[in-house]
């Protein structure tokens, strides 16, 4: 069983708005650091945003930094990435991931190997 399953992906116009949800409730940790990654083709796995889910404490790439919104909903089962004005540079294949962790500060500092599970992904195709 996938513990992480995305949805929401699609095409849009640059200048658009997509949502993106991960269902989490198979991951049972109250500790838990929750995360959206992507990769475009011929490009390595960047990390877009996270959050330490106990507090919901977040963190962005400066390339999404009020453009994009990582939520949770309020029983911890589901997480969300609001992407708003998105540019033809944000097409990729975006992936939900989450690992125990500690505290928001370790969760600022895990690397994208770290996170021990993993959705197939929702793919974001944006066109100028």
């Known amino acids: 069983q996938v513990p992480l399953v995305e949805s929401g992906g699609g095409s849009v116009q640059a200048g658009g708005s997509l949502r993106l949800s991960c269902a989490t409730s198979r991951i049972s940790y109250t500790y838990v650091c929750m995360g959206w990654f992507r990769q475009a083709p011929g490009k390595e796995r960047e990390g877009v945003a996270r959050m330490f889910a106990l507090t919901g404490s977040t963190l962005y790439a400066d390339s999404v930094k009020g453009r994009f919104t990582i939520s949770q909903d309020k029983d911890k089962e589901k997480l969300f990435l609001q992407m708003d004005n998105l540019k033809p540079e944000d097409s990729a294949m975006y992936y939900c991931?989450?690992?125990?962790?500690?505290?928001?500060?370790?969760?600022?500092?895990?690397?994208?190997?770290?996170?021990?599970?993993w959705g197939k992904g929702s793919q974001v195709t944006v066109s100028s």
């Open positions: 991931a989450a690992v125990a962790s500690s505290s928001y500060s370790v969760c600022q500092e895990e690397a994208f190997s770290d996170f021990a599970y």
